[in-house]
């Protein structure tokens, strides 16, 4: 599954960028994607998404993975490009290069910052509950994916597909489906029961504190070089939506 894979990606990785401060590669990849829809420039465009890319490529991550998921938001945008190339041909060629460089920005967000992080960089914006319904989304999106992986090693096990049977296949999906959702509505009221007996009173309380999220863990020392990876990455967003803002052409 490729959303595990960048969870993967996000707990296991190393580099400087998955050092740096959760709250500031959420500022950087707000910065970009401002930028990436305040420009009407071709070749503009083409440069903000080279530069997530670019610092993917720093954070060692797959970007094999990457581009497979940054790939479906330019398909759903497909329809929107195909409206506006009645306009030109120019601005349907935007709108699909707006897709993929925001779906660029938000992967490298997720591919390099732990889920729990971005969560508590965001508790101090939004209601309690919000944040609890992203936690517990999230949660169960990878319990509901391991399920329906093994629904369907057991219905292609017991012959449940045929490429020539589209009747037959729909049926049996049909009613995977049906099963899935059975369990999601089970595995929710489950949840709810277990959390209630622990005490849970409308507000998961977020481990650490506002350093936690807007600095560095106790355990690492180096705060001064994580600072200045901090810096350096503002600096770079900024730099680069001013560059958006200022015409210069190439």
């Not at 509901?144 to 449940?160: E, F, P, T, V």
Request: avoid cysteine; proline fraction near 3%; glycine fraction near 6%.
């Amino acid at each position: 599954m490729h959303i595990a894979a960048i969870d993967y990606m996000a707990n296991s990785g190393n580099s400087f960028l998955h050092r740096a401060r959760p709250a500031v590669k959420v500022i950087v990849s707000l910065l970009l994607l401002i930028a990436l829809i305040l420009t009407n420039d071709i070749y503009k465009a083409v440069l903000l998404i080279a530069v997530p890319v670019f610092l993917l490529l720093l954070s060692k991550s797959n970007l094999k993975e990457i581009l497979h998921l940054a790939a479906y938001p330019m398909v759903f945008s497909l329809i929107f490009a195909l409206i506006r190339v009645q306009e030109s041909w120019l601005a349907g060629l935007m709108v699909l290069l707006r897709a993929l460089g925001a779906a660029l920005n938000m992967l490298f967000l997720i591919a390099t910052t732990p889920y729990t992080d971005i969560f508590r960089v965001f508790s101090y914006v939004l209601p309690g509950v919000i944040i609890d319904i992203f936690l517990f989304s999230y949660r169960s999106l990878f319990i509901l994916l391991d399920k329906l992986s093994s629904m369907i090693r057991s219905i292609k096990l017991r012959g449940g597909f045929h490429p020539a049977k589209i009747l037959f296949n729909l049926k049996n999906i049909a009613g995977m489906l049906g099963v899935l959702i059975i369990h999601a509505f089970d595995m929710s009221e489950r949840l709810y029961r277990i959390y209630s007996l622990r005490g849970y009173s409308g507000k998961i309380p977020m481990t650490g504190s506002a350093a936690g999220a807007f600095g560095v863990s106790a355990k690492q020392n180096a705060l001064l070089n994580t600072l200045l990876i901090d810096i350096l990455l503002l600096l770079f967003s900024l730099i680069v939506l001013i560059g958006v803002l200022i015409p210069w052409k190439i």
